[in-house]
């Protein structure tokens, strides 16, 4: 499993070293572990967690700059924060999850695999983006699996500092880029790529989106919990 999972990963142009396979490992275990208690995940295969979680993640790994501040919101079981923090130390990672029970989760991962420069926050985006320290002070929000994109958009743009970038992780995305169109520009921020990449050695398609802020948000944004997603902005 430790040869397949380095092959794939260079196959990203991501060559592993055996510390990083060991954490990644280390991590796989955590996760299957705790999952047989508390529901982190439905992938549980070895192969399908390499693929699906660790390798999906680190697909990201090409878009972020040396030494930058990323926050990944609703991180669950910390995909792709995890995975990217594993292979990137100088990067400064924060994940959010308003779900406490994953947090415990993400700490025990954070101190057994002795990661630096990592962090997590318990609390919903719409609440975690008004606070001072965490609104507009980070270079990039990453988000897979949480929302529809004119909701995403909602609760990951406003932690963009002007000139940062949402990279969003989607599996389908033709209409929903449509009906957020809209929701980006009120947020200040501009679709500057869409990129599709296939997972090494499988034929699962993913779509990166990449948004990029081009002014400070309204300080009416994101509006109050649970109306991002009831009442996407159109
Ligand atoms: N990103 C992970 C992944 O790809 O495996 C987790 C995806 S899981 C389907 C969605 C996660 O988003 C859940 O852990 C949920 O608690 C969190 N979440 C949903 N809405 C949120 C919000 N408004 N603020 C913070 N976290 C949220």
């Known amino acids: 499993m430790k040869t397949l999972f380095k092959n794939l990963a260079s196959e990203l142009k991501i060559e592993l070293?055996?510390?990083?396979?060991?954490r990644f490992f280390k991590y796989k275990k955590l996760l299957v572990e705790t999952n047989k208690y508390m529901n982190l995940?439905?992938?549980t295969e070895d192969r399908d967690i390499i693929l699906k979680h660790f390798i999906d993640s680190l697909t990201i790994n090409q878009y972020i700059e040396n030494e930058k501040k990323l926050i990944d919101v609703g991180t669950g079981a910390g995909f792709p924060g995890v995975p990217i923090k594993i292979i990137r130390d100088d990067v400064e990672i924060t994940l959010l999850d308003s779900l406490n029970k994953r947090l415990n989760f993400l700490n025990t991962v954070i101190d057994e695999l002795k990661l630096k420069k990592i962090n997590t926050i318990h609390g919903r985006a719409e609440d975690v983006a008004h606070f001072n320290e965490?609104?507009?002070?980070?270079?990039?929000v990453t988000a897979r699996?949480?929302?529809?994109?004119?909701?995403?958009?909602?609760l990951c743009i406003p932690f963009l500092k002007v000139g940062g970038?949402?990279?969003c992780m989607k599996a389908n995305i033709e209409e929903e880029i449509e009906n957020a169109k809209n929701a980006v520009k009120i947020l200040g921020a501009e679709i500057i790529a869409i990129d599709q990449c296939i997972l090494p050695e499988s034929n699962i398609e993913?779509?990166?989106?990449?948004i990029k802020?081009?002014?400070n948000t309204l300080s009416n944004y994101p509006r109050k919990a649970g109306l991002p997603a009831k009442f996407p902005l159109k």
């Open 206 to 210: 993913r779509n990166i989106i990449l």
């Open 17 to 22: 070293t055996d510390e990083q396979i060991n």
């Open 213 to 215: 802020k081009v002014k």
């Open 145 to 154: 699996a949480v929302a529809n994109l004119a909701t995403l958009s909602e």
């Open 41 to 43: 995940t439905t992938i």
């Open 165 to 167: 970038i949402f990279i």
């Open 134 to 140: 965490y609104r507009e002070q980070f270079d990039y």
